[in-house]
């Protein structure tokens, strides 16, 4: 299956999404970073959209037709659009009970880890991590879902091992998204 037009517009927002989600701006517009984590990160996002594609073939992709006209101005507008969203979305998240829960219980394994560390940069530390995952699966899940016609294939086998590869590959984007920041 080939992926219409529409679907590679919306993995082409995605990715640049990504960058506005985590960093606030274009990866590119980072001048004072160092280059190989530039470079990690760039290959792991290029990477998490290579499973994203296979995601939407599965489930058959087909968001609605876009009537105007696209350039790259209106590519990147609705890049910081979707991250907007999926911050604002993600706040709502990460303050709930379920989410808090997840954030304890990844400082109490990081701090039997790292014992050096001070508690409060754990903590920050650990609730970056889960607000970036989360804000990555509101602008790359939520999306597919609510524009595909056959989300029950992401069930079958194949859909399964598509999604720990996405969690796996999106873990890894975190970390380097905040090596980048921790950098700056």
């Keep these: 299956m080939v992926l219409s037009k529409e679907s590679k517009t919306r993995l082409i927002e995605n ?11 274009r990866i590119s517009k980072f001048e004072n970073c160092c280059p ?16 994203m594609i296979e995601m939407y073939k599965l489930a058959k992709h087909s968001p609605k037709k876009n009537q105007n006209k696209l350039t790259k101005k209106i590519i990147f507008e609705n890049a910081r659009i979707s991250a907007k969203l999926a911050r604002e979305i993600t706040i709502e998240i990460v303050q709930t009970k379920k989410a808090q829960d997840c954030v304890k219980k990844m400082v109490r394994e990081s701090v039997s880890v790292k014992n050096n560390k001070k508690l409060n940069s754990i903590i920050r530390e650990k609730i970056t991590e889960k607000t970036f995952s989360t804000g990555a699966d509101n602008i790359l899940m939520a999306r597919l879902l609510s524009e595909s016609t056959d989300i029950l294939k992401l069930n079958s086998w194949d859909g399964r091992i598509l999604e720990d590869a996405y969690k796996i590959l999106r873990t890894s984007l975190v970390e380097s998204a905040i090596q980048i920041l921790k950098s700056k």
């Design 36 to 51: 190989l984590l530039k470079e990690e990160y760039l290959t792991t996002k290029g990477a998490l959209m290579s499973i």
């Design 15 to 25: 990715f640049y999404a990504l960058d506005y989600l985590f960093f606030g701006k």
